[in-house]
């Protein structure tokens, strides 16, 4: 068993109050089963900081109109809100122009608007698609649909035996008839994070655009569109501390340009007649009908929380409370851990020898404690390591070392339970 030994214990860790960061979130201090709230489900979703709770409240009480429509006080004021926040995430992910960021549903809907409308114009009978078998559902199924439609394969970049991307043989996919690559920057099944600007360049060297599945990476790190150079880049909202049901797709606005709308209706449109209709500018022309506006605000209070924050103290302080938790779990014989990359972000799936994973959660939740258990929308990895499903602690950056501590002795109860 290889612990992750890049994961130093960090000089700065001391920097970030962990305390204090914990008062901002109400939830975490609640009970569950008379016992307090170890919230260790972060890679489903984050919890909500106040001021992203008062925000979502401000909005509906002050400022609820719809945006892009209406002359009168409330729309436009409406519209501000929404537009700042695309403004927002255009600085903190460093995106060259607002242009280039999508509001949608979540990374599943920026993966499906992507496989749909890059799809439909650039893949064709022959061509193929190439995705990585740590992939989640929401970036493996969109690629199948669209490659059914098109007559066209699905390749998928094996990975080895710590959970991590054969990069070469990854490298050996990449031909002609590759028109897009599709890829995850952190697995939420095993934590790996990719070597995503060499897989990226690697792709580029043959000219193929490339997508990355951000959906576990914004949660613990700061992700530069232009350093990175990647095509497009998804993420969800709902894991990043804001609210659920909105996300980003980031496009560059060459490809953007060049692809067909993915859903019609309002505001996609320039004009209408039955004879012909012309498409709106970007980010417009991809989003079509009312926008999810409160969620969009309530995003941007979470950017500004996450602004306000120390990175490189957090990723230190994550990185520190993920080797522990690696080595307080590894150190329980009956405990494996699937997913054993040098790099690794925010997750560690396990599995309790001789038990299901099923009984894990349910034994750990009677301690007040929340983990996931299952496939994790990622039956193939699950296949790949020949366990029916895991249970999975996943951590955010209000987490602590006496959480980890709790999860240790929930995993004790179940081992008593179960013998
Ligand atoms: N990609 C990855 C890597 C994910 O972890 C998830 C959600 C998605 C895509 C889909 O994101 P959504 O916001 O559109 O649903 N992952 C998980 C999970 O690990 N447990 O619950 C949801």
Same mark, same amino acid.
């Given at each position: 068993m290889s612990i992750a030994t890049d994961i130093a214990t960090p000089a700065?860790? =001391?920097?970030?109050?962990v305390a204090r960061i914990r008062k901002?979130?109400?939830?975490?201090?609640t009970k569950v089963h008379g016992k307090p709230l170890v919230y260790l489900d972060n890679a489903a979703t984050s919890q909500k900081p106040q001021s992203v709770i008062d925000a979502l409240a401000r909005y509906y009480k002050e400022q609820n109109s719809n945006v892009? &429509? *209406?002359?009168?006080f409330l729309s436009g004021f409406a519209t501000e809100a929404y537009e700042e926040t695309r403004k927002k995430i255009t600085r903190y992910i460093n995106?060259? =122009?607002? &242009?280039?960021v999508i509001f949608v549903r979540g990374t599943t809907e920026g993966v499906n608007l992507v496989a749909q409308s890059f799809g439909k114009k650039f893949i064709g009978k022959g061509d193929e698609a190439v995705i990585s078998a740590l992939e989640h559902h929401s970036n493996i199924v969109p690629w199948q649909m669209v490659c059914d439609e098109r007559g066209a394969t699905l390749r998928v970049a094996p990975i080895n035996d710590d959970g991590e991307i054969i990069v070469e043989e990854y490298a050996k996919l990449?031909?002609?008839?590759?028109k897009i690559v599709a890829f995850a920057?952190? =697995?939420?099944?095993? *934590?790996t994070v990719n070597p995503v600007k060499e897989m990226i360049a690697l792709a580029h060297d043959h000219g193929i655009p490339v997508l990355i599945d951000g959906a576990q990476a914004l949660p613990h790190m700061r992700v530069d569109m232009q350093d990175l150079d990647c095509d497009f880049y998804t993420f969800s909202s709902h894991k990043m501390f804001g609210p659920t049901g909105v996300g980003v797709l980031y496009g560059k606005e060459k490809l953007l340009n060049a692809m067909p709308p993915y859903q019609g209706g309002g505001?996609?449109?320039r004009s209408v007649t039955f004879e012909k209709t012309t498409y709106n500018d970007l980010?417009?022309?991809?989003?079509? *009908?009312?926008?999810?506006i409160a969620d969009v605000v309530g995003f941007g209070a979470a950017i500004d929380y996450l602004n306000n924050l120390d990175f490189p103290a957090i990723e230190s302080y994550e990185h520190d409370l993920l080797a522990y938790a690696t080595e307080v779990l590894t150190s329980n014989k009956r405990v494996r851990i699937i997913g054993t990359s040098k790099h690794k972000a925010g997750v560690i799936s396990f599995v309790v020898d001789g038990v299901h994973a099923h009984d894990v959660g349910t034994i750990v939740d009677s301690e007040g404690i929340a983990v996931r258990t299952g496939h994790h929308c990622a039956m193939p990895v699950m296949e790949r390591f020949k366990v029916a499903a895991t249970a999975r602690a996943s951590f955010a950056f209000y987490n602590t070392k006496e959480e980890v501590d709790a999860l240790a002795r929930g995993i004790n109860k179940v081992i008593e339970v179960f013998g």
């Open positions: 700065v860790a =001391s920097k970030f109050d901002d979130f109400p939830i975490l201090h892009h &429509r *209406g002359v009168h995106a060259a =122009s607002e &242009r280039e990449l031909n002609a008839k590759t920057h952190v =697995s939420n099944a095993l *934590g505001d996609m449109i980010p417009y022309k991809f989003e079509a *009908g009312t926008p999810n």
